[in-house]
């Protein structure tokens, strides 16, 4: 089962130990009404892992992602096991406006977050 989500802005930063990928449906007003943030963290005691976090609902680890797949605006992530969180999907697809912000934001950050999960596709 997938999970299917749209938005109108991707953002990408790095923090610390953490980079990241912003995905965010806003209102006519700039307000977020809907958000989904990927994650991957690098730290001293443990091994990289990546989260997902929706709506200020987080999960991940170390082996979530077992593939990422871009290929043009559409990015669709395939989950090792079904996540419970999500009311068991075991895909979720990403669609964003079709900008060059969002799309420098993509170039930019896809390969740091997902680094040899991410196959196939373009950018």
């Given at each position: ?41 690098i ?69 740091r ?11």
């Open positions: 089962m997938a999970d299917s989500r749209e938005y109108d802005t991707v953002a990408f930063d790095v923090r610390d130990n953490t980079t990241m990928l912003f995905f965010a449906k806003t209102t006519d007003e700039g307000d977020i009404s809907d958000y989904l943030l990927l994650m991957r963290t730290d001293e005691d443990f091994d990289e892992s990546i989260y997902i976090e929706i709506n200020e609902q987080q999960f991940g680890g170390h082996n979530l992602i077992r593939e990422a797949a871009l290929n043009g605006n559409v990015l669709t992530l395939r989950l090792h096991e079904p996540a419970k969180e999500l009311d068991d999907v075991s895909d979720i697809v990403l669609t964003w406006a079709d900008t060059t912000e969002n799309l420098e934001s993509i170039e930019a950050g896809a390969f977050v997902f680094g040899d999960t991410l196959v196939g596709g373009n950018a």
